[in-house]
Structures are given as structure tokens and as C-alpha cells.
């Protein structure tokens, strides 16, 4: 009889390029869109801030979190490049999620 440890849930990080500088991004497929720090979109070049004014949901269903806008941005992974148009948020458990729209675009 072989016992196993239990597995718990472990978050997905990889190593992203954003528009040339390297974020680690954060997997989130119970994300519905993608998300980024305003922190973390100011420490790197971006077009133009799409302002836009409503409100975001987590997933606990409850808990609603102010957006500042949105900024599209260039994701290379492997060498991969996809355009994301993420939402900009105060603060964030990740500096970069990418939620369901990227995994969707990409065949993820």
C-alpha cells in the first residue's frame, strides 16, 4: 500500500514579458479578465490608458475592487507574443493576472 501526500492547489506563476520588461504573471483561469497593478504598469512602458470607469467582482463573489482603466499590453512567453487588453487595479495579489480572455485568445 503506497500513500501519497495530498496535493493541494497550487498557484500558476510564469515568467511573462510585458511591453520588454519581464513581469511574472499569475495563471487565473477562475479570472473572467486580465488584470494589472497600477504599480506594476508603472514601471513599464504602455500606450495610452483607456479610462474607463466601473468596478471589478472577485471570486469570492462579493468583494468589488475599483478599475482605473485599461491598457492594452504586448504578453511574449516562450517567445510567443499576444495582445491582452488588461484592466488597471490599485492593488492585486500578482503584479499581472491573466485571466480566462488570455487563455481563451490563446488556446490556453
Known sequence: HTSFPQSHPSL???GTIVNGTLIY???DTGATT????????????????QQIQTTAVLGDGKTKIIVNGAVELTITI??????I????????GAN??????WCKSNNV
Open 96 to 101: 499581472l493576472i491573466l485571466g480566462m480572455d
Open 25 to 27: 504573471a499569475m495563471l
Open 85 to 92: 487588453t488588461a484592466l488597471i487595479v490599485d492593488s492585486l
Open 12 to 14: 500558476i506563476i510564469i
Open 34 to 49: 486580465s488584470l494589472i497593478s497600477q504599480t506594476e504598469l508603472d514601471l513599464i512602458t504602455h500606450p495610452p490608458i
Open 78 to 83: 516562450n517567445d510567443i507574443a499576444t495582445i
